[in-house]
């Protein structure tokens, strides 16, 4: 089976560019994450998914990340303007999140490796 | 909230060394919990989880075990190999954050022959 699939893989972008990241969940799943990681932070949840409705945003960082999900099969990451200080690896992972119980498994992507130079 | 500390690395072992790499965790009820690994350059995978306490997960020779009264959930294996090099996170997830995970801050294991 397919697992999250997460474009593009490298991507080394000038300040002030505008960056999209994309993601393709696990086919039915209803939970979709997107994470940064850096070295200083560790990992950090950015926003949060469920039935393609953002249901919690509070990581995100500022106004010039902003996250979609038009649909079950597809969500962006967008940055604009790009500054040096976003360089990280920004995952993307979905979930089946059922009602009941917490044991729900969460399967990340490959990664997004972003340099803002 | 709900949080997780585990111990700081890198930890450094020679390979068939014992390993354990502790966590406990903070949260109100019955979290599930989780050790996810990173190797090099690659995404997060789970290796093992638990659900309930006393519940023991195991995959690839690594065992934790859910410990309620102590709060938490140590990854152990008994002989580790070069290739079991990168980086463990240990996780809760709970029904009162919708089932976020909540990640420490992961441990660097580096193993040499």
């Known amino acids: 089976d397919a697992g999250v699939i997460q474009s593009p893989r490298h991507e080394v972008t000038e300040m002030g560019q505008e960056v999209t990241l994309r993601c393709k969940p696990i086919?039915?799943?209803?939970?979709l994450f997107w994470y940064r990681q850096t070295m200083m932070r560790g990992l950090e949840l950015l926003i949060y998914?469920?039935?393609?409705?953002?249901?919690?945003d509070s990581g995100m960082p500022e106004d010039r990340f902003s996250a979609k999900m038009p649909n079950a099969s597809f969500s962006t990451l967008k940055i604009q303007p790009s500054e040096p200080r976003d360089s990280a690896v920004y995952f993307c992972?979905?979930?089946?999140?059922?009602?009941?119980?917490?044991?729900?498994?969460?399967?990340f992507g490959e990664g997004s490796w972003l340099t803002v130079v | 909230g709900n949080s997780v500390t585990q111990m700081e690395g890198p930890v450094t072992l020679s390979e068939e060394a014992f390993l354990t790499i502790n966590c406990t965790y903070t949260a109100t009820g019955y979290p599930s919990l989780f050790w996810y690994v990173q190797y090099p350059g690659e995404g997060l995978q789970l290796l093992l989880k638990?659900?309930?306490?006393?519940d023991k997960g195991s995959n690839k020779g690594f065992e934790a075990t859910y410990r309620k009264e102590t709060t938490s959930f140590h990854l152990e294996k008994g002989s580790v190999q070069v290739s079991d090099s990168a980086v463990y996170f240990c996780?809760?997830?709970?029904?009162?954050?919708?089932?976020?995970?909540?990640f420490g801050g992961g441990t660097r294991l580096m193993v040499k022959p």
């Open positions: 638990a659900t309930k306490a006393d």
């Open positions: 998914f469920n039935n393609n409705v953002p249901i919690d």
């Open positions: 992972a979905s979930s089946l999140t059922r009602t009941t119980g917490s044991g729900n498994t969460i399967y």
């Open positions: 996780a809760l997830s709970h029904n009162n954050a919708g089932n976020m995970l909540t």
């Open positions: 086919s039915g799943h209803n939970s």
